[in-house]
Nanobody, 118 residues
Framework: QAQLVESGGGLVQTGGSLTLACSVS????????MAWFRRAPGKEREFVAG????????KFAESVKGRFTIARDGANSTMYLQMNSLKPEDTAVYYC???????????WGQGTQVTVSS
């Protein structure tokens, strides 16, 4: 079983930047895809960005395209979400997820809070 641990959340002003990290430990043999999701207060969880374990085929939600980037450090089994030009509507708990393919996420992190003040 793999374990995912997020870090890097916090409070930032509108227009600011934050970098989230997701560290993978344990057995990760069945992980081919990693992704970030978020859940804002009173809203459903939504997909934010995803990337293959190989580091290719990045995908982003329309709401974050051009502002967020995703990267994977294979040597350290860590995925990063670089968030720029943050807006108050980006405020949410951000979750790291991993699994064998898109739509099937076997592993989830505990979440990290991102708050963007106006």
């Amino acid at each position: 079983q793999a374990q995912l641990v997020e870090s890097g959340g916090g409070l930032v002003q509108t227009g600011g930047s934050l970098t989230l990290a997701c560290s993978v430990s344990g057995r990760a043999w069945d992980i081919n895809l990693m992704a970030w999701f978020r859940r804002a207060p009173g809203k459903e969880r939504e997909f934010v960005a995803g990337v293959r374990w190989s580091g290719v085929n990045e995908k982003f939600a329309e709401s974050v395209k051009g502002r967020f980037t995703i990267a994977r450090d294979g040597a350290n089994s860590t995925m990063y979400l670089q968030m720029n030009s943050l807006k108050p509507e980006d405020t949410a708990v951000y979750y790291c997820a991993a699994g064998p393919k898109m739509g099937i996420y076997s592993y989830w992190g505990q979440g990290t809070q991102v708050t963007v003040s106006s």
